[in-house]
């Protein structure tokens, strides 16, 4: 079985190298991303599980000049296989899709998802159409890699093997989807 | 007017033409057409679209994709329309519902009645799924409007301006199969 990292030491890592980018995450990563400080590129995937890659793709695609970073979970992505043929299709050069496998429904009670510890998503990613596609099982190594994956030509598909956290259930996502935080963004790419 | 004039007239109401359709969706601001293939719709507009070189055309997999990917173009100031037909409509409303309405964004659907008979009202069809589909848009409260002839593509323009000046959803719903 591969190693684990854990998910906030993944996200204050992330927090270090991102600057400009619209930050699109959803349920349990959006908790633990937004944790690490307010921004106004930050983009919530809430509302219907799965969407996040689909709303980065459309981000992407309309603003081809920002990198875009999808953060999403690995049962959001398997709700949404058919979004790796999508990106695949549209090859934005700026979208970046980082998968968290921690191999468990975190947000709806802890449940394995199918084929946990077997799925492997990168070879999925790959297949689809996305050669550059890899996994991460280290924190230092994803610390060392993370400069060039922002700034390699995308798309790019990283799946980033972590720790299951507790269940979260009634997280309190729907509050991560506000009308501020909407308004902000809109300023931000107005 | 004679009743050769009249006579054309009325065949004149009773097309669909996918030209005006797109002419309509464009001047309305649309770049974007993310889309399923509706067989209702491929020829008159789907073709058309693939062809046109001022529209991009995104492919997906699955109709509830096209819901996040016009959320995202809009958060990035550009307009979209989602093209698919009714069992598309009906798989995706889960999205429909989280995204365009409890989120409360400008998602503009074009929605064919596959099968539905000419010259029946959609409610009144045959077809279990033709018929049910205005119904559970009007649950979802999404403003919708039917495009069944001609006279109807002058609905398309204002419709999508009223989505995105409002930021809420809204159907058009494609009665006849567009030529």
Known sequence: MPGRMNRVAVMQALKKRITNEIVVSTYSCALDWIAQGERDLNYFSHGAMGLASSHGLGLALARPERKVVVLDGDGSLLMNLGTLVSIAGQAPKNLVLFSFQNNAYEANGGHPIPQANTVDFPALARSAGIPNSSSIQEIGEFERRLPEILQAAGPTFVNLHIEQGPPRAGGGYEQLYTEARRAALRRALA | ?179
Request: hydrophobic share 45%; with cysteine.
């Open chain 2, 1 to 179: 007017m004679t009743k050769t004039a009249k006579t054309a007239v009325a065949v004149a109401s009773r097309t669909l033409s996918g030209a005006a359709i797109i002419r309509a969706v464009k001047d309305a601001g649309v770049e974007y057409v993310l889309s399923v293939p509706d067989l209702h719709t491929s020829e008159g507009v789907l073709k058309r679209v693939a062809n046109d070189k001022e529209l991009k055309l995104v492919r997906v997999c699955k109709e509830d994709e096209t819901i996040g990917i016009a959320a995202g173009l809009s958060f990035g100031n550009k307009r979209a329309l989602v093209l698919i037909q009714y069992t598309g409509f009906l798989y995706a409303m889960n999205a429909i519902r989280g995204v365009a309405c409890e989120n409360k964004m400008p998602i503009v659907m074009m929605i064919g009645l596959l099968t539905k008979e000419p010259d029946v009202a959609p409610r009144e069809s045959s077809k279990f799924g033709v018929r049910i589909t205005e119904p559970m848009i009007d649950v979802l409260g999404i403003e919708q409007h039917y495009i069944d002839t001609d006279d109807d593509i002058s609905k398309i323009k204002p419709a999508i301006e009223k989505a995105y000046a409002t930021s809420t959803p809204v159907a058009l719903v494609i009665g006849r199969r567009p030529i």
